[in-house]
């Protein structure tokens, strides 16, 4: 095994820090041996704010990645990363540049434009208050004016899968699906949302429940740790699924944002079709 290697990595924004943070994020979980902690500076917007970036560096050298649209700010941060010898990486400028030189349009060059408060930022906040007040099988009887609706045994990903579909817009509910027990009427007559069934390898929804368990301080064997009782469930489960012609993700393995992606590719598959007759 590698040996572990440490850095610190300075995540510099004049917005809130979010974009830079999440390409840091999907860069650095390619290096297995790699451990990095991350510094953000968010709203950077003047040249004082950039000297305490700067001092910042200084202090915990370490790459930075950049999310800045004032060239001032973006040559004061370039060349005193030259003169300390760290890499200095602009985040979206390459992005820009090749839309702005395929489509001939200009940038706007205004800061945190990504978060204006638009009609797609107040849909994505009625999509998470949808998604909580839909959580667990909550009012089944609105269920029709979900975009997607999941199913699924207890600690299969259901309500973060749906905050994570809210935050990119979607209106997800979730109901549980527990053996011996009548999911609601309503799942067989939905037309507009699009239901996923979502399942698991026994062995490992098992150990996520023993540690679900281990965390609220409860270590009784109970059936919902039982693995005959969870391979039951399971199966039960897919039959269900497979009996409605629901699609079937299963999430083993599988982060939230890999099967919400999965799940988002479904739905638009499903609204082209519609499109197309």
């Known amino acids: 095994m590698d040996e572990i290697k440490r850095m610190t990595l300075h995540l510099v924004s004049d917005s809130t820090g979010e974009t830079v943070s999440s390409v840091a994020r999907a860069a650095l979980?390619?290096?297995?041996?790699?451990?990095a902690e991350d510094i953000i500076w968010p709203l950077v917007r003047s040249l004082r704010q950039m000297e305490k970036v700067i001092h910042g560096i200084q202090e915990n050298p370490g790459p930075v990645l950049y999310t800045l649209v004032d060239p001032a700010l973006r040559d004061q941060l370039k060349e005193f990363c030259q003169q300390l010898n760290v890499p200095c990486i602009p985040v979206l400028s390459t992005v820009m540049r090749e839309i702005a030189a395929y489509t001939g349009a200009s940038l706007s060059g205004e800061a945190g434009r990504q978060y204006e408060l638009d009609a797609e930022y107040f849909s994505r906040v009625e999509a998470v208050n949808f998604a909580i007040s839909h959580d667990d099988g909550q009012a089944t009887w609105e269920l029709?004016?979900?975009?997607?609706?999941l199913v699924g045994?207890?600690?299969?990903?259901k309500s973060p899968t749906c905050m994570y579909l809210a935050h990119r817009g979607y209106s997800a509910a979730n109901v549980p699906?527990?053996?011996?027990?009548e999911l609601p009427e309503s799942l067989d007559t939905l037309k507009r949302p699009l239901i996923v069934g979502l399942c698991i390898n026994p062995e490992a929804l098992v150990q996520i429940r023993k540690n679900r368990l281990l965390s609220l301080h409860e270590d009784k064997d109970t059936d919902y740790v039982d693995m005959d009782v969870v391979k039951e469930e399971v199966t039960a489960s897919r039959r269900y699924f497979q009996k409605r012609k629901w699609p079937i993700i299963d999430v083993t393995r599988r982060s939230v944002e890999e099967t919400?992606?999965?799940?988002?590719?479904l739905y638009q598959d499903r609204e082209s079709e519609k499109a197309h007759g």
């Open 29 to 35: 979980v390619q290096f297995e041996s790699l451990e």
């Open 144 to 149: 029709e004016k979900a975009d997607i609706v």
């Open 153 to 157: 045994a207890s600690r299969t990903s």
């Open 177 to 181: 699906y527990v053996k011996h027990v």
């Open 260 to 265: 919400a992606a999965q799940i988002i590719q």
